[in-house]
Nanobody
Framework: QVQLVESGGGLVQPGGSLTLSCEAS????????MGWYRQAPGKARELVAT???????HYSNSVKGRFSISRDNTENTVTLQMNSLKPEDTAVYYC?????????????WGQGTQVTVSS
């Protein structure tokens, strides 16, 4: 079972940038998908970006063109570069690892890192 640790959150002004990192406790090369989700106060957790094992990435419409996800299977890390941040990007950001096996799908989550966009 993989353990995920996020880092890089903090307070940033609107228009600023942050880089979130997720470090896995074991190899992530076999995981079907690595991704980032976020949860704002009073709202459901939502997908931000994913990076599939075949190299395909996907972004939510709200962050497309501003955020960039990368995956390093040798360093066992997933990074989310966030540019042109907006107040509505304020949330707790969670790293996710998804693994499909013959017995079904398993999701693993980090503890989250707070991102606050405010002037």
């Amino acid at each position: 079972q993989v353990q995920l640790v996020e880092s890089g959150g903090g307070l940033v002004q609107p228009g600023g940038s942050l880089t979130l990192s997720c470090e896995a406790s074991r190899s992530i090369s076999s995981y079907t998908v690595m991704g980032w989700y976020r949860q704002a106060p009073g709202k459901a957790r939502e997908l931000v970006a994913t990076f599939m094992s075949d190299g395909v990435s996907h972004y939510s419409n709200s962050v497309k063109g501003r955020f960039s996800i990368s995956r390093d299977n040798t360093e066992n890390t997933v990074t989310l570069q966030m540019n042109s941040l907006k107040p509505e990007d304020t949330a707790v950001y969670y790293c996710n690892a998804g693994l499909g096996t013959a017995r079904g799908w398993n999701d693993y989550w980090g503890q989250g890192t707070q991102v606050t966009v405010s002037s």
